[in-house]
């Protein structure tokens, strides 16, 4: 599970996180059948330091993504992400990892950190956005083949999922900035000064999908 991809094709936090977490969900595994006080405690432990570890990451990714859009002088869409838990369908091997992750947490580090720089925000309803070719605009489900790679049934473009999506919430992040979409990033602290204005009309052209999705999306 890639926990974001830019518009830009640049995917963050990928398979080495993965690998991390895939070892401490085998811990907790084993420390759970020991069911000791003892066990108990690590385990309370090693949940500590993995939501720490998650803050971390998230930090460092929405620093990232919010210098790049300063940088460039572009704007950020994010997904839409109420209720994913419940609309996503994923392969047992990848519900843990999906579910412990704070895809809410990212998004409002994202926001904040938005807001404070003077980038602006909207967030992009991501309906169908993983069954959209970014190219040709044909929607299909068959065309998401596997959690990875999408392959458009109309054009034959073969593309990573995860960026195909991401375009395709960039090009609706296009639609409502050109309809006069305010920023939704939220507002600094009262001493926070300088800056551009964050609700200024922009060009959002560094979405950032936050999750997979194999089924809705």
């Not at 640049?10 to 759970?32: D, F, M, P, S, W």
């Not at 929405?62 to 992400?81: M, N, P, Q, Y």
């Not at 991501?126 to 959690?147: F, L």
């Amino acid at each position: 599970m890639n926990i974001a991809t830019t518009s830009d094709g640049e995917i963050l936090a990928g398979r080495e996180l993965n690998r991390v977490r895939l070892r401490e969900r085998e811990l907790r595994t084993k420390l759970q059948r020991k069911n000791t006080p003892s066990a108990k405690r690590r385990l309370k432990k090693r949940r500590r330091k993995e939501a720490r570890r998650a803050k971390d990451i998230n930090h460092k990714i929405a620093k990232h993504v919010v210098a790049e859009a300063e940088r460039t002088g572009r704007g950020i869409a994010l997904e839409d992400l109420t209720g994913i838990r419940e609309r996503v369908r994923l392969r047992k091997p990848q519900r843990a990892t999906h579910s412990s992750w704070s895809f809410h947490q990212l998004g409002a580090f994202i926001a904040y950190k938005a807001r404070k720089a003077g980038v602006p925000v909207v967030h992009v309803d991501p309906a169908y956005t993983s069954r959209t070719c970014a190219e040709c605009g044909h929607i299909d489900k068959a065309n998401r083949v596997s959690q990875a790679w999408f392959v458009c049934r109309s054009c034959g473009v073969v593309a990573h999922a995860d960026r195909n999506g991401s375009r395709n919430i960039r090009a609706r992040a296009w639609e409502l900035w050109r309809c006069g979409a305010l920023s939704t990033a939220p507002d600094p602290p009262p001493r926070q000064r300088g800056g551009l204005d964050a609700n200024a009309a922009s060009s959002p052209v560094m979405p950032v999908v936050q999750a997979r999705r194999s089924a809705p999306g």
